[in-house]
C-alpha cells in the first residue's frame, strides 16, 4: 500500500514477516483449520531430485523455461528481506485460506 499512497519511484519491502517453508506451509495449515506440524525434505533430496528431472526433460527434448536443477539452489535459499515491517500476517493468512465454513 505504502507505494501506492505515497506515489514515489522508490523500491520499496513488501514483507511483512520473513518465514522459512515450513513456516509458510504450517501457518497455511494453520489458516485452514489444519494445524500440523511441517518437516522439511533434506535439501540433498531436493537437489537430486530436481537434478533428475532436469536429465529428463534433456532425454525428452524439453525445455520447461526453468532449469531445475539451478531452481533447487533459489528454493533452498532464504531470501529475506531485512527489515521486515513487522505486522503479523495471521489475518491475510485467514483471509486468503479461508475454509468458507466461518
Do not use: H, K
Not at 520447461?64 to 505486522?87: H, K, M, N, Q, Y
Amino acid at each position: 500500500m505504502d507505494a501506492l499512497e505515497r506515489g514515489v519511484g522508490e523500491d520499496l519491502p513488501i514483507a511483512d514477516e520473513n518465514l522459512t517453508w515450513d513456516q509458510l506451509f504450517g501457518r497455511i495449515a494453520e489458516a485452514v483449520g489444519r494445524p500440523r506440524r511441517v518437516r522439511r525434505i533434506p535439501p540433498a533430496v531436493i537437489r537430486s531430485s530436481l537434478r533428475a528431472g532436469s536429465r529428463l526433460q534433456s532425454l525428452a527434448g524439453r525445455e520447461s523455461g526453468v532449469d531445475p536443477a539451478e531452481f533447487a539452489d533459489l528454493l533452498l535459499r532464504e531470501l529475506f528481506i531485512d527489515p521486515p515491517t513487522g505486522r503479523p500476517l495471521d489475518a491475510a493468512f485467514a483471509a486468503s485460506f479461508s475454509t468458507g465454513g466461518e
